[in-house]
C-alpha cells in the first residue's frame, strides 16, 4: 500500500540523514544493495527503503516512546507538586514567624509608650508640686 510519490517534493540529502536513525533498524537493509552498476538517487532508495519498514513495529516503538515520556511527565508533575506543597508549608512558617514578631513588636512598642507616658505624667507632677512650692514660697515672702 505505498502512494506515488510527488515528483514536485524532492527529499533533500539533509532531510534523509536526518530520518535515518528512525528507519535503520525497522526498515529490510536488503533494498539498499544496488544490482547495478550505476548508484541510485538518494529518493528512489528512500522510498525503496519506506516500502520495506515495518510500520507496526514503528507504531509500537512510537507508542512505548510516548508512553515513557508520558510517565516521565507524571514523575516531573509529581515532584513539581512536592516542590510546590514545601514551598507553601515554607511561606506560611515566614508568615506566622512575621506575625509573630509584628505582634512582639507592638507589644514591645506599647509597653515602651506607657513607660514614656508614665514617666512624663511623673516629671508633670514633679513640675507641678516644684511650682506649687515657689507659689507657697512667694506667697510666704509676700506676707512678711
Same mark, same amino acid.
Given at each position: 500500500m505505498?502512494?506515488?510519490m510527488?515528483?514536485?517534493?524532492?527529499?533533500?540529502?539533509?532531510?534523509?540523514?536526518?530520518?535515518?536513525?528512525l528507519?535503520?533498524?525497522?526498515?529490510?537493509?536488503?533494498?539498499?544493495?544496488?544490482?547495478?552498476?550505476?548508484?541510485?538517487?538518494?529518493?528512489?532508495?528512500?522510498?525503496?527503503?519506506?516500502?520495506?519498514?515495518?510500520? &507496526?513495529?514503528?507504531e *509500537?516503538? #512510537? =507508542?512505548?516512546t510516548?508512553?515513557?515520556?508520558?510517565? /516521565?511527565? !507524571?514523575?516531573?508533575?509529581?515532584?513539581?507538586?512536592?516542590l510546590?506543597?514545601i514551598?507553601?508549608?515554607?511561606?506560611?512558617?515566614?508568615?506566622?514567624?512575621?506575625?509573630?514578631?509584628?505582634?512582639?513588636r507592638?507589644?514591645?512598642?506599647?509597653?515602651?509608650?506607657?513607660i514614656?507616658?508614665?514617666?512624663? &505624667?511623673?516629671?508633670? *507632677?514633679? #513640675? =507641678?508640686?516644684?511650682?506649687?512650692?515657689?507659689?507657697? /514660697?512667694? !506667697?510666704?515672702l509676700?506676707?512678711q
Open positions: 505505498t502512494r506515488p510527488d515528483p514536485a517534493s524532492k527529499i533533500s540529502d539533509e532531510d534523509l540523514n536526518r530520518y535515518r536513525p528507519t535503520t533498524n525497522l526498515c529490510r537493509d536488503d533494498h539498499d544493495k544496488v544490482t547495478t552498476g550505476t548508484p541510485q538517487p538518494q529518493t528512489h532508495r528512500l522510498l525503496e527503503n519506506l516500502e520495506g519498514c515495518d510500520w &507496526e513495529q514503528l *509500537k516503538r #512510537y =507508542t512505548d510516548m508512553q515513557h515520556y508520558r510517565e /516521565a511527565e !507524571a514523575g516531573i508533575r509529581s515532584q513539581v507538586t512536592e510546590l506543597e514551598f507553601m508549608a515554607w511561606s506560611h512558617v515566614t508568615v506566622q514567624q512575621d506575625e509573630t514578631r509584628a505582634f512582639k507592638f507589644k514591645t512598642q506599647t509597653q515602651h509608650v506607657g514614656s507616658e508614665d514617666g512624663l &505624667e511623673s516629671k508633670k *507632677k514633679h #513640675y =507641678t508640686e516644684v511650682v506649687k512650692a515657689f507659689e507657697s /514660697a512667694l !506667697a510666704l509676700d506676707h
